[in-house]
């Protein structure tokens, strides 16, 4: 099983929220690494029960003072050489700068050496045109970006950091080529892309993906896939954590020595469809739709499971139904670990 | 892959520590866990940058208070359908009350479902005659233990418990049958057995275990295997883990009823060796032995990777040394997969 691993020795930091119950941010990020062989350092920013989108919760968050701490606490111990980092939801502006403080740093400390280390990035700030974080987070967000190698914005992030409304296909290439533009981010994913398009059938969504040519030009391509009726937490963030394994093994298996160039960025000979980042996606939508599949068809079980034991009035209650419907949609993961090691699914980036 | 997991659904309630690099508590325990097929719910009773065997950390330590909010926060979102639960490392007497009023919760739950619910205790006080945890941890753990289907002491913490000397095999499985009596606990496995026995060779350990009989007498085997000669960390935290995915396992292939039967206890015809926990702990020191064997193989890489960046004087400073070898000892389980899965080592429980 060894040899079957995609990546070679890899340490990464993986900075994201942990819920108790459930898979969300690095409760979802860590195992997901870990599975497909990765050491990772995880600093969880928050300890909640479960993810907001049960509508309740406890637990608490993790201050900037904390997580600046707790990062200290690795460097005394030469426990800071990582290969890569992935950072997710932070809570609070503070919270963010001080994440950016330690991306920086970690960058600083490899940068005689390049393509030594990568930073992948996902802008957690809201969804569907609605915030989830504090207003001030967005600056500390844009302030921050141009540093990282890899950011996965949903369409309202990349609106959020182009300052630019994404209406169309078009509009959307636009905010991309805005992003590398202003904060000269080598590497953009669009995540879940829910746009009219010819060649995207109902049902369908599509990530839209970007590695900057070394003028800065933008290189598109586009994966469509089927979306699945059902609303999932942690997507985002499985999704981050499997382009972190998948972009260092595409990088790795690429002809050159584009894992030994800065920001991993691809000589301007390779089309859009060859970059490691499309091969990255390909794979990494291939996983995420066997995973929700099988999410899907599991739900019954757990429904059945929880209301066994519930009084009959609360099985209609609206607020009750809620919470079991959330339960029931957490990632089933841990029983599918074929999906993430090794999926049949195939899908294909297209040039745009 | 699906098919070789050993456990059906099992939903687990880890509580245990949490450090951000390295592989202890619940870092070690939920991997171990989620790997094995089950759905972790992971309630971090600390958050360290690094186990205190380093000498040095950075965190802070989840409050009683928060330990009980977290789980209010699971009942009140219909999260608290736990199968088993495993506690491990617990900061302080008021904590210990904390988790041990939500096993006795638990365990109040399905009383009327005979095996539905089953509790495994680490309880985590010292080692080698000295105590890591406040000197009230000791009498909060005594009044618990009785609660508890299977603890995990390790010789030292056998002693407390007991509160019986422990000198060699006579005086040891004294001290089982003393717990047995004591605290009615159905069973009990005591870890890293390091006693003169005519059938244990020089540089082996053994565990001896034991689940009582009908009339509480101890039924006690013994299992002896080679040690490593290297300080690990988290290898308790490790075999508790992995006891509560082979004890399922093995109740579950057990003839009979046993996993139908309050805490999973063998009819008294069952001799010591067929017991589903000797079967467990063969299984499971079979990985124990296996991932220490590659973690101790691997250990060298990991010093080089590490000094390489050291400066020269830092490299023979003693307190440094000591770092880098505890990071080089952390264990190598996240590309050892098959030795948690299906470790190809064979140990064999004996009578005593």
Known sequence: MANALPVPDTRVLAV???VVSGYVGNKIAVFVLQSLGCDVAALNTVQFSNHTGYRQWKGTKVSAQEIKDLYDGLKQSYLDDFDMMLSGYIPGAEAVDAVGAIGRELQEKSKGIPGKFFWVLDPVMGDNGRLYVAED???AYRSLIHHADLILPN???AELLSE???VDMDSLTNAIQLMHDKFKVPHIVITSVNL???????SHLSVIGSSMTSTGKARLFKIVFPSIDCYFSGTGDMFAALMVIRMREAVHHASGEVRFTPSWLSDDSIPAVELPLAKAAEKVLASMHEVLSKTSKGMTKVVDRTTDDMAPED???DKKVHLVRSKAAE????RNLDCLRSPSTQFHAKAM
């Open 137 to 139: 987070v967005v600056p």
């Open 155 to 157: 369409q309202f992030e």
């Open 315 to 317: 099985r209609v209650d």
């Open 16 to 18: 994201a929220s942990h």
């Open 196 to 202: 009219d398009a010819p060649d995207q059938p109902p």
């Open 331 to 334: 990632l089933q993961l841990v």
């Open 164 to 166: 630019a409304k994404i």
